[in-house]
């Protein structure tokens, strides 16, 4: 198991859940095969990845359309985008959905999302996370939905 990945989910926060309505409406849009950062208790697809799976060491490839809300340590979301990259950057054909604090002037949205997301969706207000599926005080920070989407690579570069 990776370090980082041990170290934030020994934290408080790894039961902090996906809101259900948000979640609900993406997956509406995406059909989500995997929830790659979860808990038994909180995952939100079929197949999913918990602290024992360690998502780092597995291949994301074998999944179409996968559902990321990573633990928010920086380390960690560092983890992460270096991860979605090296998927996009195979010969993968999927989607990636990503939420992630909307910290824009941070180097890793430089590096990894601005000119390389397919698309980046803002949220209006903040996110108020929930605990087994109650709701609990917003977040104290804005939050974004970041779209990898290699579905139509092969289509683009014909």
Same mark, same amino acid.
């Given at each position: 198991m990776s370090l980082s990945y041990k170290a934030i989910m020994t934290s408080d926060n790894q039961d902090w859940e996906t809101p259900q309505e948000l979640f609900d409406n993406l997956n509406n849009e995406f059909d989500f095969e995997l929830d790659a950062?979860?808990?038994?208790?909180?995952?939100?697809? =079929?197949h999913f990845f918990t602290e024992r799976d360690d998502a780092f060491q597995q291949?994301?490839?074998?999944? =179409?359309?996968?559902?990321? &809300?990573?633990?928010?340590?920086?380390?960690?979301?560092?983890?992460?985008?270096?991860?979605? &990259?090296?998927?996009?950057?195979? &010969?993968?054909?999927?989607?990636i959905v990503l939420l992630i604090p909307?910290? #824009?002037? #941070?180097?890793?949205?430089?590096?990894?999302?601005? &000119? =390389?997301?397919?698309?980046?969706r803002f949220i209006k207000g903040r996110l108020r996370f929930e605990v087994d599926g109650i709701p609990r005080g917003?977040?104290?920070?804005p939050s974004a939905v970041i779209v990898y989407d290699l579905r139509n690579k092969e289509e683009v570069a014909e």
């Open positions: 950062f979860a808990s038994d208790k909180n995952a939100k697809c =079929k291949d994301w490839t074998k999944y =179409k359309s996968i559902f990321i &809300n990573p633990p928010y340590t920086s380390k960690v979301q560092d983890e992460v985008l270096k991860k979605i &990259n090296d998927t996009i950057s195979s &010969n993968w054909m999927g989607v909307a910290r #824009t002037d #941070t180097k890793r949205w430089h590096d990894y999302i601005f &000119n =390389k997301a397919d698309d980046i917003s977040s104290t920070f």
